[in-house]
């Protein structure tokens, strides 16, 4: 069964820095390209970058281009979300996802908040 597990959020000030990191389980991490997501309460839920399976490709939403870096180490069975000049309109549940077996797999999720 796949298992993922956000950590790494926290409470931020406007332009500050956080790293978040997925810990996957129960599926090979390095078969499979992963994403975050986010989500406000209330709003739909936003892919936020896109990483293949080796690392050589990532993609991102153009409200996060240039701040935010995924990366990924299969050995630690990890990916990361590096988030530098936070903004308060980052503020939002952060989610790792992996299409896996026919259906879209997310960790519980971790919480950012930017604010001053």
């Known amino acids: 069964q796949a298992h993922l597990v956000e950590s790494g959020g926290g409470e931020v000030q406007p332009g500050g820095s956080l790293k978040l990191s997925c810990l996957v389980s129960?599926?090979?991490?390095?078969?499979?390209?992963l994403n975050w997501y986010r989500q406000v309460p209330g709003k739909e839920r936003e892919s936020v970058a896109r990483?293949?399976?080796?690392?050589?490709?990532?993609t991102y939403a153009d409200s996060v281009k240039g701040r935010f870096t995924i990366s990924r180490d299969n050995d630690k069975n990890t990916v990361y979300l590096q988030m530098n000049n936070l903004k308060a309109e980052d503020t939002a549940v952060y989610y790792c996802?992996?299409?896996?077996?026919?259906?879209?797999?997310w960790g519980q999720g971790t919480q950012v908040t930017v604010s001053s």
């Open positions: 990483i293949n399976i080796y690392g050589t490709n990532t």
């Open positions: 129960g599926f090979p991490l390095k078969k499979y390209g």
């Open positions: 996802n992996v299409y896996f077996m026919g259906m879209d797999r």
